[in-house]
């Protein structure tokens, strides 16, 4: 049965791609379509690809100019007569033969190479511009393990930090954005418009501008220093409270009137009800939420002024200082910090379209 199943899902997606406007062949509308599709993956997806390519790059393959996409390393060769493997290069010799020999040492514009196939032979004088560096596919590892080693137990306290500021600030994120939502969509009182125009008017203040009033409160508070400090501040968001409003209008009011008369308090009406019906709101919120909390950098650089409390992102800004850019294991970091970003998209994606679809529907 699941073979089955899986196979129709996999025939319906093949369907899907394949499908076309034209009935023998492919209309001119839709080349145009997937042409404007395959633009947008790469013009979204090729940064991303980018970045984690280029953490598995050599710090000399990320120095060059033009820069490659792929992550190459020099070929080597070990000769005998020499300790340490030379760097192999293709040289262009007068009479237009190709040839591949091996790097000694460089010297100006010139430099001094052996053939690895006859060492006998002695050294040649090579002019650089004449060589070509022989190089492969390689993927360097160095940079996570050195990124492990040198951050040690602090790079698992960073990870903890952020986790637990954005998962403990989705839940109360998600909680109350449902509440304000469901008084808002399904209970009838005077200021109610008001309310939500009042609420959505928010959207309008720059995060900047209420940064400073923020942080005094967050003074006032003793919260300086401290998680909490982060969490409670952002709890609440109008884009939260507005999606999962005009999806709980949709929810009928017939179901919340049989419930009352059966003595149904409005606390498990909330939870017993309008929670598991607005599931796949309820999914978007909890997505952006979640990338909105992991990805935070201002409001944690201003409140977390200890090392011990310290985010991911915050730990991205120490590979950088006033003499020069880390960038192999910046680039690591990058990549290891977007990881769980990844894993909770694939896990909530199958709400994510419903969701926003079913939104605004009445």
Known sequence: ?????????????????????????????????????????????????????????????????????????AETVTVEGFDEPLSLYEVTTEDGETRQLAQIRRVG????????????????????????????????????????????????LFVYNSLFITIVATAITVIMNSMAAFALSKYRFKGNTLALIAILMTLMIPPTVVLV??????????????????????????????????????IPDELIEAARMDHASEWRIYWRIILPLSAPALAVVAIFSILSRWNDFLLPLVVLNRREVFTLQLALASFQDENQIH?????????????????????????????IASTGIK
Do not use: C
Not at 22 to 32: C, E, I, K, M, P
Not at 232 to 240: D, E, I, K, N, R
Not at 327 to 354: N, V
């Open 109 to 156: 514009l010139n430099a001094q190479m052996i053939d690895p196939a006859n060492p006998g032979a002695g050294r040649l004088v090579v002019p650089v511009a004449d060589a070509k560096p022989v190089r492969s596919i390689f993927f360097t590892w160095q940079h996570y393990t050195r990124l492990l080693s040198a951050s040690g137990s602090d790079l698992w």
């Open 213 to 250: 009033p923020i942080y005094l409160i967050v003074a006032q508070l003793g919260l300086v220093g401290n998680l909490w400090g982060v969490i409670l501040p952002t709890v609440a968001t109008p884009t939260g409270v507005f999606l999962l409003r005009q999806y709980m209008l949709t």
């Open 1 to 73: 049965m699941t073979e089955l199943t899986a196979r129709t899902a996999q025939s319906s997606i093949l369907q899907f791609l394949t499908r076309r406007r034209g009935r023998v062949r492919a209309d001119w509308t839709d080349w145009l379509t997937y042409a404007y599709l395959f633009l947008g993956l790469a013009v979204m997806f090729a940064p991303v690809l980018w970045v984690v390519l280029s953490s598995f790059k050599a710090p000399v393959n990320l120095a060059e100019f033009p820069p490659t996409f792929l992550p190459y390393a």
């Open 327 to 355: 960038y192999d294991q910046l680039l690591a970091m990058t990549t290891l910090t977007a990881l769980p970003l990844a894993f909770a998209f694939i896990f909530l994606q199958r709400y994510i379209a419903s969701g």
